[in-house]
């Protein structure tokens, strides 16, 4: 690592203000600050210097995102070779779906980072971080049939506007991946939602079939149409089920919530409040005896299907748009999970309630925490008075 270093420190003259590449600072400095830990000081003011920075949490929660990615890259091919009636073994519906989902990567990450290092050029800052992990999570949250083109219009509306026009990274309110689902849902809903969405249809590089009308429910879409879900449990919590690229298997899931939780990066409080309120809004519609499947779904499968554990784990527990009190934790994980289950229930139009159940609680997460701190300073005058 030192020769790295050395030669870094060598060639960063050309890169800073007057050298020839100076046009390329921010990308020189956006890939040094990657590789090491910057040593630069505060000169003025309070600051809590920590051995880790945002480009290393962020590259934790990559890792973290990782098993799903695998397992979602394999479920894609399976799917297909399930439903055409191809034959294969592992390793081709893997290959199968790397072939599938690396094209929707590169686009994420192309247009996104190609906006951040224009912004960053345009305002003379280093390339933000924030983008390391919304370029992994965008293409993992859509249909594997969603488009390249809408996709990268999706990708740049949500940069643009979602995060850049609020200052960057740690100033946006919703969570960038979100928005992206959230326009391609509200633009083009017919690449987002139906039976048509779920299942590779072509055949790549020889590998699999290609078909015609191929149609494949996810288990929402099953009960969204008040039909029962014909899904076991086994294959909701593996992950063998039509659905969003990354979203579908729990094991998956749950390794990038250890890997999350272990490392510190994400907080326990929300990510277990957000399980919590969905289990007893489920339970409770459950008991309410509404004439329904998906208001009777049981409260397990609920959380197993759809993006409620994605959700829970990888957006809900965004640092930046999440609650950042520790009793308001609580409250905004509790309410993201209740509301997930209700918009499910409720509006069967909208089946993937969390998405919409985050990004309405990214809203009154800053109302959240003043409460709390409102509440914390009132208690404390209080016994402050007391004491006197």
Same mark, same amino acid.
């Given at each position: 690592m030192?020769?790295?270093?050395?030669?870094?420190?060598?060639?960063?003259?050309?890169?800073?203000?007057g050298?020839k590449?100076?046009?390329?600072?921010?990308?020189?400095d956006g890939?040094?600050?990657?590789?090491?830990?910057?040593?630069?000081?505060s000169?003025?003011g309070?600051?809590?210097?920590d051995?880790?920075?945002?480009?290393?949490?962020?590259?934790?929660v990559?890792?973290?995102?990782i098993?799903?990615?695998?397992?979602?890259?394999?479920?894609?091919?399976?799917?297909?070779?399930?439903?055409t009636?191809a034959?294969?073994?592992f390793?081709?519906m893997?290959v199968?779906?790397f072939?599938?989902v690396?094209?929707?990567?590169?686009?994420?990450?192309v247009?996104?980072?190609?906006i951040?290092f224009?912004?960053?050029?345009?305002k003379?800052e280093?390339?933000?971080?924030?983008?390391l992990?919304?370029?992994?999570?965008?293409?993992m949250?859509?249909?594997?049939e969603?488009?390249?083109?809408m996709?990268a219009v999706?990708?740049?509306?949500?940069?643009?506007?979602?995060?850049?026009?609020?200052?960057?990274?740690?100033?946006n309110?919703?969570?960038?991946?979100?928005?992206?689902?959230?326009f391609?849902?509200?633009?083009?809903?017919v690449?987002?939602?139906?039976?048509a969405?779920?299942?590779?249809?072509?055949?790549?590089?020889?590998?699999?079939?290609?078909?015609?009308?191929l149609?494949?429910?996810?288990?929402l879409?099953?009960?969204?149409?008040?039909?029962?879900v014909?899904a076991?449990?086994?294959d909701m919590v593996?992950?063998l089920?039509?659905?969003?690229?990354g979203?579908?298997?729990?094991?998956a899931?749950a390794? #990038? @919530?250890i890997?999350?939780?272990?490392?510190g !990066?994400? /907080?326990?409080k %929300?990510?277990?409040?957000? $399980? &919590?309120? *969905?289990?007893?809004?489920?339970g409770?519609?459950?008991a309410?005896?509404?004439?329904?499947a998906?208001?009777?779904?049981?409260?397990y499968?609920?959380?197993?299907?759809?993006?409620?554990?994605f #959700? @829970?784990?990888?957006?809900a527990t965004?640092? !930046?748009t /999440?609650?950042? %009190?520790e009793?308001?934790? $609580? &409250?905004? *994980?509790l309410?993201i999970?209740?509301?997930?289950?209700?918009?499910r229930?409720?509006?069967?139009?909208?089946?993937e309630?969390?998405?919409?159940?985050?990004?309405?609680m990214?809203?009154?997460?800053?109302?959240?925490?003043?409460?709390v701190?409102?509440?914390?300073?009132?208690?404390?005058a209080?016994?402050?008075?007391?004491n006197?």
């Amino acid at each position: 690592m030192n020769a790295l270093r050395n030669y870094l420190d060598k060639i960063k003259p050309n890169f800073e203000e007057g050298g020839k590449y100076q046009a390329l600072r921010s990308v020189f400095d956006g890939f040094e600050t990657f590789l090491f830990v910057p040593n630069a000081t505060s000169k003025t003011g309070t600051h809590i210097h920590d051995a880790i920075d945002s480009k290393r949490i962020m590259s934790l929660v990559v890792i973290a995102l990782i098993p799903a990615l695998l397992f979602g890259m394999y479920n894609v091919g399976y799917q297909h070779f399930t439903h055409t009636g191809a034959e294969g073994g592992f390793v081709e519906m893997f290959v199968y779906g790397f072939l599938a989902v690396l094209p929707k990567i590169i686009v994420s990450y192309v247009v996104g980072l190609g906006i951040e290092f224009v912004v960053a050029q345009w305002k003379k800052e280093e390339i933000q971080e924030g983008f390391l992990v919304s370029g992994m999570l965008i293409p993992m949250i859509v249909p594997i049939e969603c488009p390249l083109w809408m996709l990268a219009v999706a990708t740049a509306f949500s940069v643009i506007f979602a995060k850049e026009v609020f200052g960057g990274t740690g100033m946006n309110i919703f969570n960038p991946a979100l928005i992206t689902r959230a326009f391609l849902f509200f633009a083009y809903p017919v690449k987002m939602s139906g039976d048509a969405v779920w299942v590779a249809k072509d055949s790549i590089f020889g590998l699999g079939n290609t078909v015609d009308g191929l149609t494949a429910a996810t288990p929402l879409g099953q009960a969204a149409t008040n039909v029962p879900v014909d899904a076991s449990l086994t294959d909701m919590v593996i992950g063998l089920i039509p659905g969003s690229i990354g979203e579908t298997s729990v094991i998956a899931i749950a390794i #990038g @919530a250890i890997i999350l939780l272990w490392t510190g !990066v994400a /907080s326990w409080k %929300t990510m277990l409040s957000v $399980f &919590v309120g *969905g289990a007893v809004m489920a339970g409770i519609f459950n008991a309410s005896g509404m004439d329904s499947a998906m208001a009777q779904m049981p409260w397990y499968e609920h959380l197993c299907v759809g993006g409620f554990c994605f #959700g @829970a784990v990888f957006m809900a527990t965004d640092p !930046v748009t /999440s609650s950042r %009190t520790e009793n308001g934790k $609580f &409250v905004y *994980g509790l309410l993201i999970g209740a509301m997930a289950i209700i918009i499910r229930v409720m509006n069967p139009g909208y089946p993937e309630g969390m998405m919409l159940a985050i990004l309405l609680m990214n809203i009154f997460a800053p109302l959240i925490d003043y409460v709390v701190v409102q509440n914390n300073i009132s208690r404390r005058a209080k016994r402050a008075l007391s004491n006197q």
